[in-house]
């Protein structure tokens, strides 16, 4: 279950451009927007570091509570983060205002349980097609990841959207068919079945074929 775990100072920013963004930076905070529940989109400022800290702790799927300049308080999700290619730090976020049982959709990792039976007893190899699952439910009990058993998949066996067991109050967001994942056999396996020898059936003596060649 999710919980308020990280709580961030937001600082609201008077101006913008890259002139401000690069003041920003020198002084370890990272611009970003504050918006929903009705309200005009807010420019603010947060610590870096302290950003950095709740993302790492799984912040990105937990409420945040945020203090902001003046003493206001409420509670909101990163939907939006911007990295640097090379250096890989967030150089802007985009966090949403959501309430502790406000119904929300978010989008999960998915970690798959166990080893499938086609991989563990036939050679075969799983496909992950899907690695994020959208779902909707209470923002405070959103969970870490959804989960899939993939145990009983044999070859040739397909794990849909409709198959995972999610946790109580939750539902998809996305089509119930979708294929998640698939169990294949082994390519190694099907090329050595392709490159097996054919013998042609006229390569192959018959009877007649023999008789004759004695007699002559």
Do not use: C, W, Y
Request: proline share 4%; net charge negative.
């Amino acid at each position: 279950m999710a919980t308020t775990a990280h709580s961030l100072v937001v600082i609201k920013r008077e101006k913008t451009g890259s002139t401000s963004v690069a003041a920003l930076k020198k002084t370890g905070f990272v611009p970003g927007v504050l918006f929903g529940h009705g309200s005009e989109p807010m420019a603010i400022a947060l610590e870096a570091k302290a950003l950095d800290d709740a993302l790492r702790g799984g912040g990105k799927n937990h409420l945040l509570e945020l203090t902001i300049e003046g003493g206001a308080r409420d509670t909101a999700l990163v939907r939006e983060v911007q990295r640097d290619p090379i250096t890989r730090r967030v150089i802007h976020a985009d966090l949403q205002r959501v309430s502790a049982t406000e119904k929300i959709t978010a989008s999960l990792p998915l970690h798959t349980i166990g080893v499938a039976d086609g991989v563990k007893n036939a050679g075969g190899v799983m496909d992950v097609l899907v690695h994020a699952i959208d779902v909707t439910g209470p923002a405070n009990e959103l969970p870490e990841f959804v989960e899939a058993d993939v145990t009983h998949l044999k070859v040739g066996d397909h794990l849909k959207a409709s198959d995972l067991k999610l946790p109580a109050k939750f539902s998809l967001a996305i089509d119930a068919h979708t294929m998640l994942i698939s169990i294949e056999a082994s390519k190694t396996a099907a090329e050595a079945e392709e490159a097996a020898p054919v013998v042609a059936a006229a390569d192959v003596p018959t009877v007649g074929a023999t008789e004759e060649t004695e007699a002559t």
